[in-house]
Every structure is written in C-alpha cells, then in structure tokens.
C-alpha cells in the first residue's frame, strides 16, 4: 500500500471517528487541537484503524497510557527529560518537536498529528 | 421512578446480538410534558429521541457487559450516530437490536437498529432508526483514574431484567 493510500484510509477514518470534513484532515493537523478529538476518539481510532488497515494495535502502542501518573515522567505539570526519552522509545512514531521546546504535559497529546498516524500504520503494515 | 429503558431481553447471544423491548405507556409521567398541550395544539405524547437513545444504550450495554460476565463497569462513552426518521408514540413497542462491532480491553463499539413494533396490529413493523455507540471499559481507562471497586453500573434493577428474561451465561 502507497502512503497516499494509507493517508487517504486514515483520512476517512478521522471523518468518520471525528466528523470532520475531508479537507481539514491534513497531514500536519493536530488530532487535539485541529481535528477535536478527545480521549474517547483516540479509542474510537485505534478501533477503526485496526478495521481498515487488518492490523493489531495493543493497548498503549499508539496512544501513550499512564504517561500523566508516574512521577518520573512528569514532575510540577512538565514532562522530564526522562519522561521524554521514555515516551519515544514507546512511541518512534511520534512527533516530539514542540513537546521538546515546551514540555508541557497538557501537550502531550498535541504529538499525535495525522503524519504520525500514517507513519504508524507503514511500519505496521511493513512489519506484518 | 427506576431508569429502566427496556423492558425484556428477547434474545442475547454472547459477545454478538441483543434484542430487547420497550413497551411505550401513557403511565409514563414524562410524557404527558413531551409534549403537553398549548392555548393552540392539543396534547402530544412523544417517546423523546434522548430515551431512545439510552434504550439503545441499555441494550448494546448490557450485551457488553455479559461479555465479561458484567465484571467490567461498562459506560457510554460516545455516540456515534443517532438517526431517528419517525415519532414513537404510546401504545406501540420499540424494539432494539444491537450488536457487537468491535470488542476488547478497553471498551468495545456496537451498531444498532431501532424497530417500531404495533402490538395492535393496524400498522407493519419498521425500521425507526439506527444508533451505533461506543463503550469504555472505565476500569482500563487511559488516564489511570481509579474508580469504587464495587460495580456500580449494573445495578439492581438490571440484574431484575436480566433474571425476568431468563439471561444466563450463554444467553438467552
């Protein structure tokens, strides 16, 4: 599958999960801050994900789960350097530009854009 | 007054479909304000779409529960899609199957058709609607929020339906 078919599948699934019309559906949106999702779109998501593309995805492989309680990974609302290094090792998929300039951890969820959710899916699909 | 929606589970199979009744009855005190009469029109009783809804809601549920032999406190967490074409009105019976779309730790996804049923016999059956909605597991959630051990979503006027329905583990 070429990246513009997969972008195209996920495409429609984010219309779909997140009635949003095609065309905000860029590769540089944002899910949280672009598209609206909120935590139970990201279930809703890896649902669909794993309908269109015939793929598995366990729980925490695409989204980051329990990154908020451990206090090694977030201290006075700020994700640590070890928090960071610990969320891409989980998650090469991801986009940690603006996490990195400004570690929030009320951003974190703004990592997730449509890209690395392309970028998910071809390594799935290269690793099946 | 109990929040019960439906009122039988005809038919349950396992992690699969869910079909179950709601009689519609002018006892229903909320009925008689949706809609109550004005210096213009007279009175009209309508089942509001909302309870529909949560009748949908109770059905798919339910079916989602039993998967896990209702150890899992299961929530609406979204819906999908609600389209309703037609008035339920008292007298009549809705009819609700739903089944299972997706299922596994953290919650699971159903499609659903709403039927209305004329127990009088003057009109066919027909499709009234289509409902599909997402459930979160609220133990497994993302955020790592804790929640009271005992399960609080299936209560017992639930446990009352299932047992009048004659609901086992392999359904019913």
Redesign the interface.
């Known amino acids: 599958m070429t990246r513009d078919e997969i972008f195209s599948k996920i495409q429609a699934v984010l219309v779909d999960?997140l009635a949003v019309d095609d065309d905000e559906v860029q590769m540089n949106a944002i899910l949280t801050k672009d598209l609206g999702a909120e935590?139970?779109?990201?279930?809703?998501i890896?649902?669909k994900l794993?309908?269109a593309f015939a793929i598995k995805i366990a729980?925490?492989e695409l989204?980051?789960?329990?990154v908020?309680?451990d206090p090694e990974y977030v201290k006075d609302g700020l994700v640590t350097p070890k928090g960071l290094a610990a969320m891409k090792v989980r998650m090469p998929h991801a986009n940690f530009t603006a996490l990195e300039q400004d570690p929030q951890v009320r951003k974190v969820a703004e990592i997730f854009t449509v890209e690395v959710l392309v970028r998910f899916v071809e390594a799935k699909l290269a690793a099946k | 007054m109990r929040w019960m929606w439906i009122d039988r589970i005809v038919q349950l199979v396992p992690r699969e479909r869910l079909v179950a009744i709601k009689n519609i009855s002018l006892a229903e005190e909320h009925l008689h304000d949706h809609f109550a009469a004005t210096d213009d029109l007279p009175a009209m009783p309508i089942m509001p779409a909302c309870f529909i809804i949560e009748g949908m809601a109770q059905t798919a549920g339910i079916l989602v529960g039993h998967a896990e032999g209702f150890r899992e406190k299961v929530i609406l967490a979204k819906v999908s899609k609600a389209e309703l074409t037609e008035d339920a009105v008292p007298g009549f019976t809705l009819r609700y199957t739903a089944t299972m779309e997706h299922f596994d730790a953290m919650g699971a996804s159903t499609r659903g058709v709403v039927e209305l049923l004329d127990p009088g016999g003057t009109t066919s059956a027909r499709q009234i609607g289509a409902i599909d909605l997402m459930f979160s597991h609220i133990d497994q959630n993302m955020a790592g929020t804790q929640f009271p051990e005992h399960n609080f979503v299936f209560s017992e006027s639930f446990r009352t339906l299932l047992r009048m329905s004659g609901v086992t583990d392999q359904g019913v």
């Open positions: 999960a935590s139970i779109d990201f279930l809703d890896v649902f794993e309908q729980q925490g989204f980051p789960e329990g908020s309680q």
